[in-house]
């Protein structure tokens, strides 16, 4: 089947650990994205990869960190930077950052 | 102004009924717009793209007004299976680059009751 993977689907966290959070996609996309979605609130984009080996920082970048060794995979790193790291993290995926947009089930993070 | 701005309602409808969802684009320059909707604690999901001549899916109907900077979503008889927060999203070239960047609004939630 194809598709976009998140794992885990729950992580918890001690305070000051980095932490990284899995996203895969199978679709043949060359665009991946990270958005972060707080309780009763909209998406905002964290980083977005158009191609591999490039990244471009997004609206609320400060305190994470990704990397696209791979076409299929865009990991994100919450690092112990970021003041509010506890949200839902959903990755998506596209054919070009023009296109529509495909997302994962996503992963809440909770940093105890 | 925002970039993206919907009414996020609670539109509160029976089964049956008709609702309409509108939303407004600041940029003039967006180059394409969608509807999705997301479950309670799950992903948003792709409803449709909206074309600039409107298209239709089922009871699905969208509508795009570029003179006026807004997208509507169109519901017909309402089913309880389209309790959810409908997320208008429009496409804008990302800071004079070459890289499209979606935008996504507040959402609107939308419960139909029997």
């Known amino acids: 089947d194809g598709g976009i993977t998140q794992s885990p689907k729950y992580l918890f966290r001690k305070e000051g650990q980095n932490v990284t959070l899995s996203c895969e996609q199978n679709?043949?996309?060359?665009?991946m994205y990270w958005y972060r979605q707080d309780p009763g609130q909209g998406l905002r984009l964290i980083y977005y990869?158009?191609?591999?080996?490039?990244?471009q920082k997004g609206d609320i970048a400060e305190g994470y960190s990704v990397s696209r060794e791979k076409k299929e995979s865009f990991p994100l790193t919450v690092t112990s930077a970021q003041k509010n790291p506890t949200a839902f993290y959903l990755c998506a995926s596209g054919i070009s950052t023009y296109n529509e947009q495909f997302f994962g089930p996503g992963t809440r993070l909770t940093v105890l | 102004r925002k970039e993206v701005e919907q009414d996020p309602g609670p539109f509160n409808v029976p089964e049956g009924a008709t609702v309409a969802f509108n939303c407004t684009y600041s940029n003039s320059a967006s180059q394409s717009f969608f509807w999705y909707r997301q479950d309670c604690r799950k992903e948003p999901k792709l409803l449709m793209s909206v074309y600039s001549s409107g298209n239709e899916d089922g009871r699905f109907t969208a509508q795009l007004n570029r003179a006026s900077q807004y997208i509507s979503l169109l519901i017909r008889d309402s089913k309880l299976s389209d309790s959810a927060t409908y997320l208008c999203?429009?496409?804008?070239?990302?800071?004079?680059?070459?890289?499209?960047?979606?935008?996504f609004g507040q959402g609107t939630i939308l419960t139909v009751h029997p």
């Open positions: 679709l043949n996309h060359d665009a």
């Open positions: 999203v429009v496409n804008n070239n990302a800071g004079g680059t070459s890289y499209g960047k979606l935008t």
């Open positions: 990869s158009q191609i591999v080996n490039d990244f």
